[in-house]
């Protein structure tokens, strides 16, 4: 499966025609898949947004950025990573979110392409957060958590 989608320069289109082109063939750019499936999913439906898709003129998102998180995916979580959600932001950023009983956290590529991460504990409240390859080992240690 690849991230793909038509042009960065086509028109919004209706739903039923965006619904065609994921299962029609990319004559463009497009994105190796993580291996990590539910991710991969989200970010082949993220991919697929036109601009203007939140109806106040975010651009699409940048297939670099689809790129980096699917890669940092592939590199880092290949074996396995809690379900969660991808969250496009307005700004070309991209955000991975978890929410379980005992925490919550969330991975992001910025839309410069940087890292970020955080982690709140549900009981305490303590907050962490992280920024450049930190911001990776900080996913880890939170996904191992919440698997415990």
Do not use: C
């Amino acid at each position: 499966m690849t991230y793909s989608r038509a042009s960065a320069t086509a028109p919004s289109q209706p739903d039923a025609e965006i619904q065609l082109l994921f299962n029609a063939p990319s004559k463009h750019r497009s994105v190796a898949p993580s291996g990590v499936s539910w991710a991969d999913e989200q970010l082949r439906l993220i991919a697929m947004l036109p601009n203007d898709w939140d109806g106040y003129g975010a651009a699409m998102l940048s297939i670099d950025r689809l790129s980096q998180i699917s890669g940092i995916l592939a590199e880092h979580f290949a074996h396995g990573l809690p379900a969660g959600s991808v969250v496009p932001g307005a700004d070309g950023s991209i955000q991975l979110e978890w929410h379980f009983p005992k925490m919550s956290f969330g991975f992001s590529v910025e839309d410069d392409g940087s890292l970020y991460s955080w982690a709140r504990t549900r009981d305490t409240g303590h907050y962490v957060d992280s920024d450049g390859g930190a911001a990776v080992t900080l996913l880890q240690t939170s996904a191992l958590q919440a698997l415990v």
